[in-house]
């Protein structure tokens, strides 16, 4: 099988929609999905007011055929003085799973993060999902076990910045 990592384009909205989707099923989350597709759109790809992306998207393909994504982001150490990458989303089509596409996309990741002089890639993954745990930790990557992740969404949110 032949896989290959593109950037995401405008016209792969469509298809970016349906693997999150997808992802929110496989992660057993579909309820909490609720975006506005063209709101998506202007955020992925600085079609907005402010003209500014707030994410890039990598699709990835086996035999010409696109068989999942992965979204990412920059944020920044302030520790290192540098940025870095967070990959928010990966996922790839179970018919498509053994094929080496998650492995490229990570790589396709790490190459990135060099490339912006970057001083990490990191991201999150349920406790249950043990067989990405294993991928990832073959890979080479840690569990960042003395880190607790705190959110504040909603009307927790709107609280906070004083809206309610």
């Not at 067989?131 to 930790?137: N, V």
């Amino acid at each position: 099988m032949n896989h290959a990592i593109r950037m995401a384009t405008p016209a792969d909205l469509p298809l970016i929609a349906q693997f999150i989707r997808d992802l929110a099923e496989y992660e057993r989350l579909a309820h909490e999905v609720r975006f506005d597709e063209a709101a998506l759109g202007e955020r992925l790809f600085g079609q907005s007011a402010g003209g500014r992306p707030y994410a890039e998207v990598l699709i990835g393909e086996v035999d010409g055929a696109a068989q999942g994504f992965a979204l990412f982001f920059h944020n920044f150490s302030t520790f290192e003085g540098k940025p870095g990458i967070y990959l928010e989303d990966l996922f790839v089509r179970p018919e498509a799973r053994g094929a080496g596409l998650g492995k490229a996309f990570l790589q396709r990741l790490a190459q990135l993060a060099v490339e912006r002089d970057c001083a990490r890639l990191e991201w999150w993954v349920l406790d249950w999902n043990e067989p990405a745990i294993r991928f990832y930790k073959a890979l080479g990557a840690k569990p960042m076990d003395e880190w607790t992740t705190f959110r504040v969404d909603g009307d927790a949110l709107a609280a906070l910045a004083g809206e309610v």
